[in-house]
């Protein structure tokens, strides 16, 4: 039970109740008459009460135990779990209230989080989220579509580190900065990651080539927008390093919640480490591409050889201006 729950329950319940903290060092968990002694991981889990009478009881048989010794409306609660089957069913809706909790967490913190993202960073952020949720859908669908199974790895890897990128930005940006489009960005990943995909190796590493291109400029317009107010901050980019070092995996939550500043410097850590990502995952197809390069191919953007040269060539600069858009498009909607 979190605290916030348990100071519903103290504020009326009597003194003979006593309430234990788990995660205090050195509490001794009692063992029953039966010498049943659970684990503390356990009662992490589920709601629990030792009696009076020395037994453990877990779940609903706690709470109806615990209802019973509180206020009025508790203890007509505490009635159902005398009902033939009450506690089993009051055991399924604390159990599917479990499974719902993570989430109705996430939604108050949402919806109470502090704002402390420079509002001159929000369009851009949300452009960053739809981007990642973009880039998302385009492994995904390059991952179900693709047939060359020497290509799985270099997916497979990509497709992870877009996913910790998403994860970081629904992290960082409250629900309702998002953009308003992300079905549509979605299908867009999805349309750009299926086209690629079936049209084989080359138009797979081609195309992860542009986007990425274009990904990396995009977030170094960023990078260089939030290093200026930081550097004539402190003037200390040398600190960063620390936090760059950290955030190399991913997003980790500022490790100074207090600070503006060092929350600033945080999401810049984030910016390089994750732009650091798309480098590397352009240069892979890049190197992947010229491993197998077809004859005439010398350069997608120039002078392409062949019929399907051009086409790959035209798709590339679609896939690149289409980027574009939809970055101008989530900074606004
Ligand atoms: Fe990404
Ligand atoms: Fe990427």
Known sequence: MCVREVAVYRRQSPADILWNNLSQPGLTIPSDQAGYQPDPAALMQRFHVFSSEGRWLHGAPAFALLWARLGRSWR????????????????????????????????????????????????????????????????????????????????????????QHLDAFNTLLPWRHRSRLLVLWRIAGAVTGMVAALGGRRWTLATIAAVERFVDRHYLEQIEDLQW????????????????????????????????DDRLRELLALLVSFRNDECRHRDDATRALDDHRAPGLTDLASQPATLGDRALSLWCMLVERGSAIAVRAAKVI
């Open 76 to 163: 007509a609660l505490a009635l159902i779990g005398r009902l033939p089957g009450g506690l089993r069913v009051m055991d399924a809706v604390y159990g599917l209230f479990l499974r719902v909790r993570p989430r109705m967490q996430e939604l108050v913190r949402h919806l109470v989080r502090e704002q402390w993202l420079p509002a001159q960073m929000i369009p851009a952020l949300r452009s960053d989220h739809a981007g990642e949720t973009g880039a998302v859908w385009i492994y995904r669908m390059m991952l179900a579509l693709q047939r060359d199974p020497g290509l799985r790895p270099l997916l497979e890897e990509h497709a992870a580190q877009e996913r």
């Open 229 to 260: 107010p930081i550097d004539s901050l402190r003037g200390d980019t040398a600190a960063l390093q620390p936090a760059l070092n950290n955030c190399s995996t991913g997003w980790c939550e500022p490790a100074n919640p207090g600070s503006q």
